[in-house]
């Protein structure tokens, strides 16, 4: 459950994140602050695009199971009615 609060949480706050870290590179380059502005700004908007890809895909539903594919999964070895009964 905290798993897929966390993905929620990044996918809601890393657009955010993303226009700081582009605000950042851009207070670097107009200010004629040091590169590291810039670097760190770059920086922010790669790593939160890739963890928000990972975030994306870590939620993503698979597609629902056939009927076909429960009877012969629940046919397996050991995937019986719970408790014996």
Known sequence: MY??????AVLVLG???AVAGALAAVYGLTDHRSLW???GGC???AVVAEVG???YWALKVSPP???AEV???L???GLGPPFGA
């Open 3 to 8: 798993w897929r609060r966390a993905c929620l």
């Open 15 to 17: 657009p955010w994140i």
């Open 37 to 39: 502005w810039v670097a």
């Open 43 to 45: 920086l922010a908007v």
């Open 53 to 55: 890809k990972a975030a």
């Open 65 to 67: 199971l056939s009927r």
């Open 71 to 73: 009877v012969r999964r």
């Open 75 to 77: 046919g397996e070895q």
